[in-house]
């Protein structure tokens, strides 16, 4: 059994921006001082893909995650990544029903629009990849029995630095299954003694009502995939992600679903910034993001000046800096 498609009409430009602004506002109402993870979250959703969360504890991961569920008013549930969870706790099982002689399935916590896995790599890696065939076809096979998802389908995954005790790394094919990866970062001092006032009443999140419906976010989706994307912006996409394939620092360069997902990033990106095509700095804009936790370094990486690669951040941005922007035409 396929995936149902998800049809839907798109919207005008004014609504998508009332909207977008509004889901904006709210979550900005809860995370202070992160604007830019708030966008990179909101543009994933629209762009139909997953998001990882990646950063040290306590600086909000988990806060983001929940801000951006409680906005859409659809199916949210939340797994909890530990050592002993299984495949099958977080797909489903099917219970022989010994009154009727069949085996009846019972759907596990990925059955929702919006699925947040809490500390994820804090699980084994078979039990990370059971989300392989969710996060990438939108579907549940158990028991050679194929279950189709919800649709719109995210995770929102977060983990902690593998440095931390009791992490597993995640698996490479998981990792090329999220559309982007962001760390949320220390607030600045100001933002912070605000989070202390505002939270001495109760958690932001509890007063944070729903945006828009499941309806409504399919338009906006739907609007996302309507927006124009020319053949020189393409190529100028494919010409990065081909560039890190290259890249001697890199032993391990982005997939052609790297590109594929930089694209649809890129033209959420545009939408919500009031247009209807996406420009060469929606890609640049994404590239990291987007990239980075897809890729590995070489052992004792180096520059071509001989200088040592710090990150994989590093080595993005500047296959960017060096990439050729394409110059507009009248053939696109």
């Known amino acids: 059994m396929g995936r149902e498609p998800m049809s839907a009409e798109p919207m005008g430009a004014e609504e998508f921006g009332e909207l977008a602004s509004s889901i904006r506002l709210a979550m900005n109402g809860v995370m202070d001082g992160k604007p830019d993870a708030v966008d990179t979250a909101l543009a994933v959703l629209l762009a139909e893909g997953h998001l990882l969360i990646e950063d040290v504890p306590g600086v909000g991961k988990t806060m983001l995650a929940r801000a951006l569920a409680r906005c859409i008013d659809g199916s949210v549930n939340r797994i ?99 559309m982007a990866r962001i760390s949320i970062g220390y607030p600045d001092a100001e933002s912070e003694a605000r989070m202390v006032r505002d939270r001495e009443h109760g958690s932001p999140l509890e007063r944070l009502a729903p945006v828009i419906d499941v309806a409504g976010l399919r338009r906006m989706i739907a609007t996302v995939r309507e927006i124009y994307v020319s053949p020189a912006v393409e190529r100028y996409a494919v010409a990065i992600v081909q560039a890190t394939r290259e890249e001697p620092a890199l032993r391990l360069g982005a997939s052609p679903r790297a590109t594929l997902q930089l694209v649809r990033a890129a033209r959420a990106r545009a939408a919500m910034d009031g247009r209807d095509f996406v420009l060469p700095d929606d890609i640049d804009a994404l590239a990291t993001t987007v990239l980075s936790h897809r890729m590995l370094l070489v052992p004792r990486a180096q520059h071509p000046d001989g200088r040592p690669a710090r990150s994989v951040d590093e080595v993005v941005e500047r296959i960017v800096a060096a990439a050729t922007v394409p110059v507009p035409s009248a053939g696109g």
Do not use: W
């Open 80 to 178: 909890q990544f530990t050592p002993d969870l299984l495949p099958a706790d977080i797909t489903g099982v099917s219970v022989y029903r010994q009154q009727l002689g069949t085996f009846e399935f019972t759907p596990g916590p990925i059955f929702a629009h919006i699925v947040i896995g809490d500390e994820i790599n804090r699980a084994s890696p078979k039990t990370q990849s059971a989300l392989l065939e969710c996060m990438e076809e939108g579907l549940v096979t158990v028991d050679g029995h194929t279950h189709a998802l919800a649709a719109p389908f995210l995770v929102v995954a977060t983990q902690n630095p593998i440095e931390m005790e009791g992490t597993y790394a995640l698996p490479e094919a998981q990792r090329d299954r999220f």
